[in-house]
């Protein structure tokens, strides 16, 4: 049996955190000692690790519940649907990226960014002794072992939909 | 679902297959790391390196 201090210290947690668990019904005390105190089970700390793993991955705390409540062991259709919301997300977030470092337009701020431009990866493969030649065979493997990853690393450089298409098209 | 992510065995056989040697690639990051240390963090992060190896990546590079 654990008290709420024990169990927040092996989780990481504050004891707020859990008492907000608990007035959720997501991770609800085990019992109440004779002093009225929260206690907690080896059962509850299995919950509590299977909660900490979904917080992890970011998702929501009134999804973790139900999908505790609904048992499965394999939530593999809300994963997959929080994968994407995040795929949506990181795009998105590229986009406000490109769009902040050509408000800035200075060097400085694109090499502060993260972001790599396709300018900068035709360098980095010229540097490595890659040719023309060279960097379309480089895109056609790459498509033809990742589609979903070129798309990916495309977008990623800030390329427009149409030149990555025609990228890729190309590719094939 | 179409898996957008790449791993470091994949980009790593993508790059042989493209005919660049060990020695190149070696050189690459090298150069990677001096021109663009903070876009060679992330790339390395997009391959879902463990930071612990992607500190070991950089700190070869240098």
Redesign the interface.
Known sequence: MYTIGQLAKRFGLSRSTLLYYDSIGLLPASMRSASGYRLYTEQAVQRMTHIQTYRDAGLPLETIRSLLASGTDAPTAVL?RH??AL?TDISRLRQQQQVIVSLLGSASAL??????SKE?WV??FR????DEA?MC??HR??EQ?????H???LE?LGIDEAEIALIRQRSR | ??????TKT?WV???R????SEA??R??HS??EQ??P??H???LE?LQIPAEEVAQIRQQSR
């Open positions: 997959e994968l994407q795929n090499r502060d960014s993260r972001a790599m900068r360098e980095m540097a490595a002794g890659l060279g065979k480089w493997e790459f072992r990742s589609p979903a990853a798309q990916d690393f990623s | 679902m179409p898996d957008t992510n790449m994949q056989e993508l790059f297959e493209t005919g660049l190149t690639m050189q690459w150069l990677f021109r663009y903070a876009q963090q992330a790339f997009w």
